[in-house]
């Protein structure tokens, strides 16, 4: 963060540093409820504020963090335990890793789970199930050309399926 003692925060409404200091002080005492950013927010619902004379953009529970407690060491995430993205109540805010951010997501059931794609579930998926058995049973039967031209795949496709590259039993 810059020295500046200005920050734009959303449309240009400015705010000094020392005001945000005094409120976020505060924070130092347990407060239950989530402080909810009022600013300029991104597509994830994270607080947008621009610091200082070249208007470098930051996160405003970053911010947050960094005004109560100090800098915010390199490649530390700053995470939410109320899991509200746009919170600035540094008493709802902790560090940790990309690996702690997720496991805290997932374990509170707010991050995605992401869809077997695998196998014939990928949309782009031109084999089957039993296209593969087909093709791991005639291997040394049928060349590899032959069974690719059958399936509308590329030699190379089939010579993965062969040796198990692609396509695995899980």
């Avoid at 039967?141 to 198990?164: H, K, L, P, Y």
Wanted: charge should be positive; aromatic fraction near 8%; include cysteine.
């Amino acid at each position: 963060m810059t020295d500046n003692s200005m920050i734009e925060q959303g449309k240009g409404m400015m705010v000094r540093l020392e005001e945000l200091q005094v409120v976020l002080s505060g924070a130092r005492k347990k407060e239950a409820a989530c402080w909810e950013w009022i600013g300029a927010k991104d597509r994830d619902g994270y607080g947008r504020i621009n610091v200082g004379p070249d208007k470098r953009s930051y996160q405003a529970h970053r911010l947050a963090w960094e005004l109560t407690y100090g800098p915010i060491p390199e490649g530390v995430f700053v995470c939410h335990h109320c899991d509200s993205p746009g919170c600035v109540n540094p008493n709802h805010l902790f560090l940790g890793s990309n690996s702690d951010n997720i496991q805290d997501a997932l374990k509170k059931g707010r991050k995605w789970k992401f869809p077997d794609r695998s196998g014939e579930n990928h949309p782009r998926a031109k084999l089957t199930w039993d296209n593969v058995q087909y093709i791991r049973e005639n291997q040394g039967v049928i060349t590899q050309r032959e069974m690719a031209q059958t399936f509308g795949v590329s030699i190379s496709t089939i010579a993965m399926v062969v040796t198990n590259r692609n396509w695995r039993v899980k």
